[in-house]
């Protein structure tokens, strides 16, 4: 019996991982109903992996806390419980760019991750605290949170600063002596991105734009956080400092938080490398597979697993924008199975389907 696992990205703004897992898994199926098939949804640690790791690893558990979004409307947060103890969080799901009724580069806030991380370390079950930074919509550097976690950011009149990250150009003084702590086993955050704080490449400079910013407030948001850096201290410098609008700096210097490659923690936590074990081939996707591909995301991690282990891997996309060097053995266009972009968009469900029938009649893995 031949085994093929499915280890996808999502299919962003069509399909999630898991769906797409499914879809490829169903094609090979009806060709060869005999193999072992595995499907096992991955994520780069943003949007879309709670879902993966709920579906990757038997006996997680949902849970879901009440929280203030980014805002200050009230909003349902929801967060995962795996069996070792570990609580996976995403931080968009407190501070994500959908939440908004209107972007707030100036005043979003990231209290309410503070208020679900608050939550998730008073549960007795939790040893330590997978946090994922994709989405978010907030440039606060992480006060917010850390505000709602019990440390104070003061004006030099000794008050409490006002939410959102244009304030801190006010800062004076931090107060982390009312801090909840973290949990035994740590924090990682889940990055992927190496941007600084600060500067043309970081967390204002980089994404603020994403958020809503001006050039203007640009610039702003940009010397507010220096002020936090200055005040704070910490790394400013450290890769991936900027991600999320400086949450991973605040949590790294304020909780002792460590930044980790989400594609990395999460293949990880899903078990991807037992997965591997004794597989025939691997099959993995994403939107559209390029360079970049390689290059600390979903693909290129699971193409460097794959390759330690011995085993091939094919990759399906959306678009395939990559020349033949690459290091997997097909990659195969739904761009061009479907015959244009706008069918592969229409029905990403039927094309994936349509590929995994497709690879599992040309792969010439044993029978």
Same mark, same amino acid.
């Given at each position: 019996m031949t085994r093929v696992v499915f280890a996808p990205d999502s299919f962003k703004g069509t399909l999630g991982a898991a769906e797409a897992a499914d879809a490829l898994a169903a094609g090979w199926r009806r060709v060869r109903p005999d193999d072992e098939l595995l499907t096992l949804p991955l994520a780069d640690g943003g949007e879309g992996t709670l879902e993966a790791l709920g579906h990757d690893v038997p006996r997680s558990a949902w849970r879901t806390q009440p929280v203030t979004g980014p805002d200050g409307r009230p909003v349902d947060a929801a967060w995962l419980l795996l069996p070792d103890g570990t609580a996976v969080v995403e931080m968009a799901r407190a501070a994500g760019l959908p939440l908004l009724a209107e972007l707030d580069p100036l005043g979003a806030t990231t209290r309410g991750l503070g208020e679900l991380l608050a939550a998730v370390v008073a549960d007795p079950a939790v040893h330590r605290v997978l946090l994922t930074l994709g989405g978010s919509c907030t440039t606060d550097g992480g006060t917010g949170a850390l505000a709602a976690l019990g440390a104070r950011f003061l004006d030099d009149a000794g008050a409490d600063l006002p939410p959102g990250g244009a304030a801190l150009a006010r800062l004076?003084?931090?107060?982390? *002596?009312? &801090?909840?702590?973290?949990?035994? #086993? #740590?924090v990682q955050c889940l990055v992927d991105v190496t941007a600084p704080l600060l500067g043309p490449l970081g967390a204002a400079g980089q994404? #603020?734009? +994403?958020? #809503?910013?001006?050039?203007? +407030?640009?610039? +702003?948001?940009? /010397? /507010? &956080? *220096?002020? &936090?850096?200055?005040v704070l201290g910490g790394d400013r410098e450290a890769p991936g400092a900027g991600a999320a609008g400086g949450t991973a700096y605040g949590f790294a210097t304020c909780w002792g938080a460590g930044s980790v490659s989400g594609a990395r923690a999460v293949a990880g936590a899903a078990g991807l490398d037992a997965a591997l074990r004794g597989a025939a081939l691997v099959v993995t996707g994403e939107g559209q597979f390029d360079a970049q591909s390689l290059r600390g995301k979903v693909v290129g991690h699971l193409v460097e697993r794959a390759g330690a282990a011995g085993v091939p891997v094919t990759v399906v996309a959306g678009r395939v924008a990559a020349d033949g060097t690459l290091p997997v053995a097909r990659a195969l266009s739904l761009t061009d199975l479907a015959g244009s972009g706008a069918a592969a968009m229409a029905d990403p469900a039927r094309w994936l389907t349509a590929a995994g029938d497709r690879l599992a009649r040309e792969q010439s893995v044993p029978m």
């Open positions: 004076e003084r931090v107060d982390l *002596t009312g &801090l909840v702590p973290p949990p035994p #086993g #740590g994404f #603020g734009p +994403q958020k #809503g910013a001006s050039p203007a +407030q640009v610039v +702003q948001l940009d /010397a /507010a &956080l *220096t002020r &936090l850096a200055d």
